[in-house]
């Protein structure tokens, strides 16, 4: 009962409408980390990832947590939509790369689709603007095992290979996030072909 009332509240907390001071038109700041890509460690550049086209920067508050798990899922059986859009996807969170690392291949979640960035001290949210909200010990994920780290708000960034944030979603539950992500790439693509 403890439990369910743990994941009763920590959705709860995780389902606050995003207060990201960026804005659409904003620069995104770039950022150069460890990431996770099924299963194996990485070095994951937003820079570099935005030449290829667009990307959608997805912060999220843990790894193995519900709200979260169906959003690493949703992401990762629309997958193909999002790169038939010309756009790539990358998660951001709090967790450590070793949670990452299975994270990102377990096919119940990423499924080896894609890259998930270790921002263990928080550094990126915080350039994002994003709120970081200390959880305290005793606070278990879906496995049983205990969330050593402090969570950010659920909020997802468009960035268009210029740099710019062209889109932001946040407040809404995880598969809206997914499904507005994916509408406001598709509408990307649509603009892009007109011009």
């Known amino acids: 009962m ?4 743990f994941a009763t509240l920590l959705a709860g907390a995780i389902a606050l409408p995003a207060s990201a001071a960026l804005k659409e038109g904003d620069t995104a700041p770039a950022f150069q980390a460890q990431a996770s890509f099924a299963g194996k460690s990485q070095t994951y550049s937003l820079k570099d990832a935005i030449k290829k086209g667009p990307v959608v920067v997805y912060f999220y508050p843990s790894a193995y947590t519900g709200g979260c798990n169906i959003q690493a899922h949703t992401f990762a059986t629309n997958y193909d939509k999002f790169a038939a859009a010309g756009a ?5 969170s709090l967790d450590s ?5 299975t994270f990102s291949a377990d096919p119940n979640y990423c499924a080896g689709k894609f890259p998930v960035v270790a921002d263990a001290d928080g550094k990126i ?8 909200q ?11 095992v205990e969330i050593d780290h402090a969570m950010t708000e659920r909020t ?11 889109s932001i ?3 809404v539950s995880p598969e809206a996030n997914v499904e507005k992500a994916l ?7 649509i603009g892009a072909k007109k011009s």
Do not use: C, E, W
């Not at 200390?134 to 049983?144: L, S, W």
């Not at 997802?156 to 062209?166: A, E, M, Q, Y």
């Not at 406001?184 to 693509?189: C, K, P």
């Open 2 to 5: 403890k439990r369910m009332l």
């Open 88 to 92: 790539t996807v990358v998660g951001v």
């Open 97 to 101: 790369i070793t949670r990452l690392n």
């Open 125 to 132: 949210a915080k350039s994002y603007d994003l709120k970081i």
């Open 134 to 144: 200390d959880i305290g010990a005793g606070h278990k994920d879906t496995r049983g």
């Open 156 to 166: 997802t960034f468009l960035v268009t290979p210029d740099g710019k944030i062209s």
């Open 169 to 171: 979603v946040g407040g």
């Open 183 to 189: 509408q406001a790439v598709q509408h990307l693509s």
